[in-house]
């Protein structure tokens, strides 16, 4: 699969240019700079190039042609497109800028492109992007400034003017790269085509991607998690802010934001993400010179204190283990490190320390069956000889199954040391917390490749309840639904109090007898998102003449606080006692689809914000890993002497309101707020619903 695109035989420069300085001359440059198949030069006003005899266009090319690279004006593009279909070239590189990025006409001109390109059975990388290359096949079809190094990184950009700096990157740093796209504006292939494609690809052991959005959520989900039990995806995803986020009315949807669903999605398939520039270059340092640990256990060999500290602290920070080396281990260090020395980890092995000294202490760390990975420091003292320890990480290093992440900390002193490592393919960290953090991605990327996904539960439901809630309620236009929700719950097997609908007192008289004193109150109103806020809600009512008090004053209070809501009556409910306030809740993601909250509950979600999303469907990990995701989780496991909460039925509600959502693309946002969970084997119990459906 695309195969061709990076290992074309021949590659055809429709737009190529006799002058110095432009796109055209540029990539003509870059294929003539290596690359060994058939290069043609298109250009009706030009008899030769280079050397290399022009072409008024690609079906005067007497042979094939497997890849064509466009560079001329966007409104040409169409019919150079078409040419190509003609001529069967497959592959097709837009470079030429001037499509929906710049309006309405620019979008109009790609949707006509997409639809030629569709006709012929090819395939597009852009428009509107730097093009495409591969380190192995020396074939450069980009503007890109120079080559970079050859190595096993593939990477994907939606940014042009980043992938011009990852590349800098890469030379800089010596982290070679095999295959690099450029996305453009993705009107055909996208990141989830390259990450398939990269799967199977021997060359490429590490896949980079700096993603502004994607295009197919749920596709990106499903070849992720394939991809990721093969080889580490690294992904910086720009947008983190809310700003972007559209406006939404319930809890769920203001507590997602812009970038709650895209983490959701990358820890749901294996995709790890990259908050910084440095941390996705250190990873991809890291995965690309390195094995991968088979655990957590880390130990740190160190010619100095203070950075073998900070060492210590970063790996408990992040989450790593410090070794306990065996008592072999430690034996044997004392008999060749100074008395002076530290023989537990850290390993101190003193400022003076030799070469010889880091190799024996390398070499016996390395050995002990309780270390899944080391950090070797060193900083430039007075007897200090960075290259020859570097020299020593290089050897033992092809020696092990084990990562050993190099730490030189310093600048002139030390660099020498850094460009043996940088010639042997090993990522220098100049600072003990980005080693550590590195490390720590590595051991998590261990368990990723190990991930098993199960299958959702499926429950027993009653569809066509829900179906005909929905249906009434769209023919009464109403689209949002407030304690009228409740039945859709029940469908569902999510329990709820008991409870009567009113439209009056005396509705409302009846209601609480049957029921039973004491009862809650509460508006019924599809206007009204936080009753509580308006006056909505009465507790603890014991008798008839409280609730007719509580019923005329809430009337009046509402009716204050927002004159222009429709008001279709109370619900009365049997009163809830004990047990720990917790909410879920629903979103729908336009990427992603619905949006799985939970989290503490009650009036104060919005303020604590202790949440945690995920994408449906569920699986019963999924939903116990929200639950322990949150950080105050030991609420409902019991502190204090308190009995611990009913997790196992919390998570199956959370289950169920996942089958719920996905059964249902009707539902766009869901609140159950708030939810009762008592005490281990004593279930959990619905209070309070919002939902809101799509018009039709």
Known sequence: MLEKMFNPESVAVIGASH?????????????????????????????????LKCYKTVLDVPGPIDLAVIVIPSKLVPQAVRECGEKGIKYIVIISAGFKEVGVEGARLENEVKEIARSYNMRIVGPNCLGVLNTHTRCNASFAKKMPPSGNVSIITQSGALGTAILDWSEATGVGFDSFVSLGNKADLNEIDFMEAWKDDENTKVILAYLEGITDGKRFIEVAREVSKVKPIIVVKSGRTSAGARAVSSHTGSLAGSDAAYD????????????????????????????????????????????GILATDSCERYGLRLATLSKETVDALKTTLPAAASFYNPVDVLGDASAHLYRFALETVVKDSGVDGILVLATPQAMTDPVAIAEVICDIKKQTDKPILPCFIGGVVMDEGVQVLKRHGLYNYDDPARAAYAMRMMARYNRISQRVYPQPRQFDVDREKVRGIIDRARKMGITVLGLEALPVLEAYGIPTLKYKMAAGVSDALQAAR?????????????????????GGVRVGIGSDEELENAYNKMMKDVSLAAPRCRISGVLIQQMATGGKEVILGMNKDPQFGPLIMFGL????????????????????????????????????????????????????????????????PDILEMDINPVKVYEKGKGCLALDVRMAISPK
């Open 514 to 534: 049957e029921i039973g004193y004491p009862v809650v109150m509460k508006i019924v109103s599809p206007d009204i998102v936080h009753k509580s806020d308006v």
């Open 601 to 664: 509950g009650g009036i104060y979600v919005e303020v604590l914000k202790d949440v945690q999303f995920r994408v449906a469907p569920l699986n019963e990990k999924d939903a116990m890993g929200m639950i322990y995701g949150i950080k105050t989780h030991q609420m409902l496991e019991g502190t204090r002497g308190e009995k611990p909460s009913d997790i196992e039925k919390l998570a199956e509600l959370l289950e169920r309101l996942s089958q719920l959502v996905t059964d249902f």
């Open 264 to 307: 959701a999605a990358f820890m749901q398939s294996g995709v790890i993400r990259a908050e910084t520039m440095y941390e996705f270059f250190d990873m991809a340092g890291g995965f690309s010179g390195q094995p991968i640990p088979k655990g957590d256990r880390i130990a740190i060999i160190t010619n100095a204190g203070g950075p």
């Open 19 to 51: 002058v110095k300085g432009k796109v055209g001359r540029a990539v003509l440059d870059n294929l003539l700079n290596g690359y060994e198949g058939k290069i043609y030069p298109i250009n009706p006003n030009a008899a030769e190039i280079e050397g």
